[in-house]
């Protein structure tokens, strides 16, 4: 029976059990779906609640005369009345306004202070004008200062501060207004500018952009939530009820039944994202705060209205508005016409999003699955998972607090909180196929190595047999057996957290603006400390074989011979192949080469150094040494290749370079696997670095290798004599190296 | 040149061990250097007190764990370099093995009938002649979360036999249970046996294995220390019924008669027993 079939065979009997599990139903399907719409009618009704009872609440405002207890009746009465001439922005559940029929104003005795009454809280508030006001004529010459004295702590007093802030403004509004139009001129004097803002976000933009702030959070909680039961169940949760053991002595590899398990998890997190997103949305779309967060004009709602009008002839003839700004207005109201008419956001881009959605789902699911695996019990899981869910909450917290985030640098590649960036970069429709590229295929990769975890872990005895000693075995030196090469887990698992180490350092040494021997240090440091340095400690911890794992023997001659014939022909054949991809897809030009400029200035030796011997020994021991020896362990030669090169690809931090470094990194893997031996792809990637060197000093060496008709013209491919010539050597180098594999074990 | 006896060995377990690391750093032998063969209708007992090392001897016969030497061959499959073969050819059974809770009988046994990688066909006749012979029919499509300990234990039989594994490893598989149920273990046990499959059966009820069994290995302390048919073990020991000769095989006998008396001397030294609240 085909592994296909047999993963197939266990995912569909578990995803028919988790499915005839009524809490997994009620977590998947009712919680979305009666949640939100639950959740927004309970935040409206308490709002609606709240608003209310401010409205029949009674307010105590203490003054110290009659004339102030006069003059604020009728300050409270005008602010009523204006509040009644302009429409109100907005719901009314939303506003609360202070009337003046529900403030009884206390005239105080000079006896008692006005503070006192105040802070003992017999008053809500008490309000002290000098000079002392004049009901009579409340618009006179002089002016005031109002003291409100208020108490902090009491949440009565501070809605009576709030209110009485802005009706004093809107007083003096008043009294400003008044006094203006006795002087000469009138009220036109008043607003010299009055502004008219038009937004280019089409109305179903604008409803994005607030998806945009919860959305990507919400999602990745709820992939996580969607994951998190099963996870548990189908590890913990089997071993419990004992069925783990029947499962584990059936003739199904563990990678098989991690597999088909793996699968109903991805199922369970993607049906519960896609679900949460379908309610989401719609929630969005009929409640009525999604109106007013989307209306196009909100808040200035009346103002700018009034001002349109006066733009198109309609209104007062002082301002001279000529005709652009007309066809501004008649572009924005077109795009509103035509808001209207679309269909709604879900069915446009909610697709994209649950598309990127998927690598994080795997993720997701890859790391609980490998967590869960450790677990003996349900409970034990429960625990395990705690930090888990907070590893995955706090970043996803922290990028959606900070709107101004850009998926660029070392934030491309931290799991998590790339995916949530990305997310709302696809809400707010700025789409950056590099970045989208990278933060996918990272999270990938990572995703792959939590899954290879879990297969390790799942069928390991001390995880299956409660009392074959703790797991601890797995991780302690002393409890580990000599191995020839690690274990796929170990390999991928390794090289996953060396990637936003690595990525980190080499943007850290992009951003870096210093001479060429500061960068050189730096780009030394991040070969030596974070490739080869890690590897080989880790080696030494899992008491691997070194000469096994690197891959340190010496190769038959043939294989140098192909090793060199390899290297002088790879750059410009790797040339030809970046031609004809930059013929089909464009590379994008962002003076990346011009920053990392300064690396080639300086003594040559030391250019060489570190940019062809350093890379050659360092790169080399962790892709085809560590990685593939690991890899080699259950994948067959071709397939670690491919593995190999496309996670080599990966660390080359620029996405138009992934699919040639990908190839020549399968090239490396494929001499390093045939000839039992590293030193033949040492070989090819110390000449594919230095070369192009070379030619920068040489320039004779850049003709003969064709570089600078590359550089002149890097996306129309030239198949020249030497080209051919050159692919006739590089031929020659692939059948010689590929013609005898010799046993790597 | 071909032996014969060799030829049919079903299960041959050669200088088996196991060594845990315990938690004080040291090593613990759980077995040390076990071996011996079972044949086509053999039923084999494996006998030995607890924490003998009897169901890691098992574990690692069903490769369900590594052991740290030596090697199992079932029905000529290596089980540590053909761990699918030789796993496609057991069938194993505890009495603490669980169904899951949310499928039915019948789903279950299908489950198990195409992981093996049977036909889909093959499956679903052995399905209802299991239903037939072990009487599963009446609870086939209920859930398995719902089903009595017998029933389930039924449903466990039928799940061992789903692929007619020639080899049949069962731990302890009656412990636990009611009168009946264990009637229709031991039946199934003795039937399978006649049908000519190699059974390993580890038991602490000596009575079952002494007329079941047709062989026995005794373990103590990871070895194994007696190994015949019973006419075998009762001329080694000296003794007639199978738990006398396992006493003594295990060396047990002197110390328990022994410390009878110094234990009852110790409990008169320590004073009256006082009970509180009187």
């Given at each position: 029976m085909s592994r296909y079939r047999r993963i197939w065979v266990v995912y569909?009997?578990?995803?028919?059990?988790?499915?005839?599990?009524?809490?997994?139903?009620?977590?998947?399907?009712?919680?979305?779906?009666?949640?939100?719409?639950?959740?927004?009618?309970?935040?409206?009704?308490?709002?609606?609640?709240?608003?209310?009872?401010?409205?029949?609440?009674?307010?105590?405002?203490?003054?110290?005369?009659?004339?102030?207890?006069?003059?604020?009746?009728?300050?409270?009465?005008r602010a009523v009345a204006d509040e009644r001439g302009s429409a109100a922005a907005g719901p009314e559940f939303l506003s609360a306004t202070l009337r003046a029929d529900q403030v009884d104003i206390d005239v105080v005795d000079?006896?008692?202070?006005?503070?006192?009454?105040?802070?003992?809280?017999?008053?809500?508030?008490?309000?002290?004008?000098?000079?002392?006001?004049?009901?009579?004529?409340?618009?006179?010459?002089?002016?005031?200062?109002?003291?409100?004295?208020?108490?902090?702590?009491?949440?009565?007093?501070?809605?009576?501060?709030?209110?009485?802030?802005?009706?004093?403004?809107?007083?003096?509004?008043?009294?400003?207004?008044?006094?203006?139009?006795?002087?000469?001129?009138?009220?036109?004097?008043?607003?010299?500018?009055?502004?008219?803002?038009?937004?280019?976000?089409?109305?179903?933009?604008?409803?994005?952009?607030?998806?945009?702030?919860?959305?990507?959070?919400?999602?990745?909680?709820?992939?996580?939530?969607?994951?998190?039961?099963?996870?548990?169940?189908?590890?913990?949760?089997?071993?419990?009820?004992?069925?783990?053991?029947?499962?584990?002595?059936?003739?199904?590899?563990?990678?098989?039944?991690?597999?088909?398990?793996?699968?109903?998890?991805?199922?369970?997190?993607?049906?519960?994202?896609?679900?949460?997103?379908?309610?989401?949305?719609?929630?969005?779309?009929?409640?009525?705060?999604?109106?007013?967060?989307?209306?196009?004009?909100?808040?200035?709602?009346?103002?700018?209205?009034?001002?349109?009008?006066?733009?198109?002839?309609?209104?007062?003839?002082?301002?001279?508005?000529?005709?652009?700004?007309?066809?501004?207005?008649?572009?924005?109201?077109?795009?509103?016409?035509?808001?209207?008419?679309?269909?709604?956001?879900?069915?446009?881009?909610?697709?994209?999003?649950?598309?990127?959605?998927?690598?994080?789902?795997?993720?997701?699911?890859?790391?609980?699955?490998?967590?869960?695996?450790?677990?003996?019990?349900?409970?034990?899981?429960?625990?395990?998972?705690?930090?888990?869910?907070?590893?995955?909450?706090?970043?996803?917290?922290?990028?959606?607090?900070?709107?101004?985030?850009?998926?660029?640098?070392?934030?491309?590649?931290?799991?998590?909180?790339?995916?949530?960036?990305?997310?709302?970069?696809?809400?707010?429709?700025?789409?950056?196929?590099h970045a989208m590229g990278i933060c996918l295929l990272s999270t990938c990769f990572y995703a792959a190595a939590a899954m290879s975890v879990a297969?390790?872990?799942?069928?390991?005895?001390?995880?299956?047999?409660?009392?074959?000693?703790?797991?601890?075995?797995?991780?302690?030196?002393?409890?580990?057996?000599?191995?020839?090469?690690?274990?796929?887990?170990?390999?991928?698992?390794?090289?996953?957290?060396?990637?936003?180490?690595?990525?980190?350092?080499?943007?850290?040494?992009?951003?870096?603006e210093a001479g060429g021997a500061r960068m050189r240090l730096v780009l030394a440091g991040s070969q030596v400390f974070v490739l080869a340095l890690p590897v080989v400690l880790l080696c030494w911890y899992l008491k691997l074989g070194m000469r096994s794992t690197f891959s340190l023997r010496m190769?038959?001659?043939?294989?140098?011979?192909?090793?060199?014939?390899?290297?002088?022909?790879?750059?410009?054949?790797?040339?030809?192949?970046?031609?004809?991809?930059?013929?089909?897809?464009?590379?994008?030009?962002?003076?990346?080469?011009?920053?990392?400029?300064?690396?080639?200035?300086?003594?040559?030796?030391?250019?060489?150094?570190?940019?062809?011997?350093?890379?050659?020994?360092?790169?080399?021991?962790?892709?085809?040494?560590?990685?593939l020896s690991g890899l080699r362990q259950k994948l067959s030669g071709l397939s670690a290749a491919v593995v190999v090169g496309l996670i080599f690809g990966l660390f080359h931090l620029r996405v138009e370079q992934i699919p040639v470094h990908s190839l020549i990194g399968m090239l490396l893997a494929l001499a390093c696997y045939k000839s039992g031996s590293i030193l033949p792809a040492m070989v090819v990637h110390l000449l594919n670095n230095a070369l192009p060197l070379v030619a920068t000093r040489v320039p004779s060496m850049s003709r003969v290798l064709g570089l600078d008709r590359f550089a002149a013209d890097p996306s129309t491919p030239s198949f020249s004599f030497p080209t051919a010539a050159y692919l006739a050597v590089f031929l020659i180098g692939l059948v010689l190296i590929a013609r005898r594999p010799r046993n790597s074990t | 040149m071909v032996n014969e006896s060799v030829d049919r060995v079903m299960i041959e377990v050669i200088g088996l061990t196991k060594v845990f690391p315990a938690p004080d750093g040291g090593e613990k032998r759980a077995v040390d250097d076990l071996s011996f063969h079972v044949t086509p209708g053999e039923i084999y007992g494996l006998l030995g007190p607890n924490g003998a090392g009897k169901t890691t001897s098992l574990r690692m016969i069903s490769g369900l764990i590594t052991p740290t030497a030596g090697s199992v061959i079932l029905a000529g499959h290596d089980v540590a370099r053909e761990r699918e073969s030789a796993k496609r050819c057991l069938g194993y059974l505890t009495a603490s093995t669980g169904l899951y809770q949310r499928l039915s009988p019948r789903e279950l046994l299908r489950y198990f009938g195409e992981l093996m990688g049977l036909d889909r066909r093959l499956v679903e006749r052995r399905i209802a002649l299991l239903i037939d012979w072990l009487d599963i029919g009446d609870f086939a499509d209920l859930r398995c979360g719902g089903l009595s300990t017998g029933q389930k234990q039924r449903t466990n039989i039928a799940r061992a036999l789903m692929g007619d594994p020639p080899i049949l490893v069962m731990d302890e598989p009656t412990l636990g249970l009611d009168v009946l149920t264990n009637r229709i273990v031991l039946d199934f046990i003795r039937a399978e046996g006649a049908r000519g499959k190699a059974i390993i059966l580890s038991t602490h009820y000596l009575d079952e294995a002494e007329t079941l069994c047709h062989r026995f290995g005794l373990i103590h302390q990871g070895r194994l220390v007696g190994e015949g048919d019973l006419a075998a073990l009762r001329a080694a020991s000296g003794r007639t019924r199978l738990s006398e000769v396992f006493l003594s095989l295990c060396g047990h006998e002197q110390h328990v008669l022994q410390a009878a008396p110094e234990l009852s001397a110790s409990w008169r030294a320590a004073g009256p027993t006082k009970r509180s609240g009187a």
């Open positions: 569909r009997k578990e995803l028919v059990e988790t499915l005839r599990d009524k809490r997994t139903l009620a977590a998947m399907i009712l919680v979305p779906i009666v949640l939100y719409p639950v959740l927004m009618v309970i935040i409206v009704e308490a709002l609606r609640a709240e608003t209310g009872r401010r409205q029949a609440e009674r307010y105590s405002i203490a003054v110290p005369t009659e004339e102030h207890r006069q003059w604020l009746t009728g300050v409270l009465k000079a006896a008692r202070s006005l503070w006192d009454m105040v802070a003992d809280q017999a008053v809500h508030a008490a309000v002290l004008c000098d000079p002392p006001p004049n009901p009579a004529d409340p618009v006179d010459a002089t002016n005031r200062i109002v003291q409100i004295i208020h108490c902090e702590t009491n949440p009565r007093s501070e809605f009576v501060y709030g209110q009485l802030g802005a009706i004093m403004a809107q007083e003096s509004d008043r009294i400003v207004r008044e006094r203006v139009s006795r002087m000469p001129g009138g009220a036109a004097n008043l607003t010299p500018i009055l502004t008219n803002a038009l937004s280019t976000s089409s109305p179903e933009q604008q409803f994005a952009r607030i998806l945009a702030m919860v959305v990507p959070f919400l999602l990745v909680i709820m992939t996580v939530t969607g994951a998190l039961y099963p996870a548990i169940d189908l590890t913990a949760g089997e071993r419990e009820r004992g069925t783990l053991e029947t499962l584990a002595v059936s003739p199904v590899p563990t990678a098989q039944i991690v597999a088909g398990k793996f699968g109903v998890i991805v199922t369970i997190a993607m049906f519960s994202t896609s679900l949460n997103l379908g309610s989401m949305t719609a929630m969005f779309h009929f409640s009525k705060l999604a109106q007013l967060a989307a209306s196009p004009r909100s808040a200035l709602e009346s103002d700018g209205r009034h001002v349109e009008q006066i733009i198109l002839g309609r209104g007062g003839q002082q301002y001279d508005s000529g005709s652009p700004q007309r066809e501004n207005i008649e572009r924005r109201r077109k795009l509103e016409e035509e808001g209207s008419k679309k269909a709604g956001f879900l069915t446009t881009a909610a697709p994209v999003v649950l598309l990127a959605m998927l690598p994080f789902a795997v993720l997701a699911s890859g790391v609980m699955l490998a967590t869960c695996c450790f677990a003996r019990t349900f409970k034990e899981a429960q625990n395990y998972m705690m930090p888990v869910m907070l590893a995955f909450m706090i970043p996803s917290m922290i990028v959606s607090y900070m709107p101004t985030t850009r998926l660029e640098g070392l934030l491309l590649v931290i799991p998590v909180a790339n995916i949530v960036v990305l997310i709302r970069d696809l809400f707010l429709g700025n789409h950056n196929a297969a390790r872990v799942y069928g390991h005895e001390a995880v299956l047999f409660s009392d074959v000693g703790s797991y601890k075995t797995l991780l302690r030196r002393r409890f580990m057996k000599p191995r020839p090469a690690p274990s796929p887990a170990a390999a991928l698992l390794g090289v996953a957290l060396l990637f936003p180490v690595y990525f980190y350092w080499q943007s850290y040494l992009i951003d870096l190769p038959r001659s043939s294989a140098l011979l192909a090793a060199l014939l390899l290297g002088v022909s790879i750059v410009p054949v790797a040339n030809l192949l970046r031609q004809i991809q930059y013929a089909w897809i464009p590379p994008v030009m962002d003076g990346f080469e011009a920053q990392a400029e300064p690396l080639l200035t300086g003594p040559f030796a030391s250019v060489l150094v570190v940019l062809a011997v350093l890379p050659a020994i360092c790169e080399e021991l962790l892709f085809r040494g560590f990685l | -």
